[in-house]
């Protein structure tokens, strides 16, 4: 009996991985759950035609791993929060300010995903995820978790009525393109006229940079950052330059901290624009490893209400 390979379909992210990725190799091997008869799934559903694909074999056995398991509370902690949580939370309340409605976003795993948690009622955000997503929902309940649905970073997530699914070179051409409106990122070290250091630590094993680099460096995309203002035991984070290895150059448009707010320009540098309430300039000045200007008309830092 032979088989004749017309076609693969994937599922949910593993679209990423079509045409685009296989089409570089000169020899394709693909394990698949099901093998079925050419003719049986319609054309237009077919993610990878059979002239990229050489071998292909039916796995016995399926183990879908979930690196990141993410999932929502069901119901409210009563706990009181700890004073780190505390912080976090006032990073994330004034970054979810930055949500206009309509707007295309991507946002970093951590404190940016989680500000997601607090779009303003009446605003419509579609949130994208490098690894071809646009529609992203919010973290599954327990249960709900599916392993072929995933952020870039890894962790289980849901898709809203209207999403889709699309190929890594779609997703970065959406990114390299201009169409993102606003990227929302972590940082370990931002330099006073907008340079980003996000990505690695020398000496530390690193993944890979995902698609920062291209986030920051995309036209008409505003680049906000969000982190603690300092590193532990008070080292600056916010200096001259940057001393880690560069994610982009003069890419950084805001920073948002527990402390302050700042404006960045890519010649005159920075701006303190909002204050928390519990700080005066001189804690700004003295948390921060760069000179300031400071706006004629700085007020107290903003939080989205909830």
């Known amino acids: 009996m032979s088989l004749v390979i017309s076609y693969v379909v994937l599922k949910r992210t593993c679209v990423m991985c079509s045409c685009s990725a296989v089409g570089v190799f000169a020899l394709c091997l693909l394990k698949v759950e099901e093998i079925v008869e050419s003719g049986t799934i319609p054309p237009e559903d077919v993610h990878v035609p059979s002239i990229f694909v050489q071998r292909v074999f039916k796995g016995d056995k399926f183990e879908k791993r979930i690196e990141r398991l993410t999932l929502t509370k069901e119901a409210k902690d009563d706990k009181p929060k700890s004073a780190a949580a505390l912080v976090r939370e006032r990073i994330i309340r004034r ?18 995903m989680l500000a997601s948690n607090y779009i303003r009622p009446g605003i419509t955000i579609h949130l994208q995820s490098e690894n071809g997503i646009l529609g992203l929902g919010p973290f599954p309940l327990p249960g ?21 699914f699309f190929s890594s070179d779609e997703s970065f051409g959406m990114i390299r393109g201009g169409h993102i409106n606003l990227t929302m990122l972590g940082a370990m070290q931002v330099s006073q006229y907008g340079d980003l250091a996000n990505w ?51 890419c950084v448009n805001t920073i948002i901290t527990e402390k302050a707010v700042f404006q960045v320009d ?21 948390a921060t490893g760069c000179e300031f200007q400071v706006a004629d008309d700085l007020k107290p830092m903003e939080q989205v209400e909830v």
């Open 144 to 164: 709900e978790q599916d392993p072929d649905l995933i952020n870039a970073g890894k962790e289980t997530v849901t898709i809203l009525p209207g999403s889709s």
């Open 95 to 112: 970054a979810a300010l930055e949500f206009q409605d309509g707007m295309y976003a991507n946002l970093g795993i951590g404190i940016p």
């Open 200 to 250: 690695m630590i020398p000496g530390k094993m690193v993944k890979g940079m995902g698609g920062a680099m291209d986030l920051v460096s995309a036209a008409d995309t505003k680049v906000v950052v969000t982190m603690e203002h300092t590193a532990k035991g008070g080292a600056h984070k916010i200096l001259p330059q940057c001393k880690l290895p560069l994610t982009g150059t003069q």
């Open 266 to 286: 890519a010649e005159t540098g920075l701006t303190l624009t909002e204050i928390w309430p519990d700080f005066s300039v001189e804690d700004i000045v003295s």
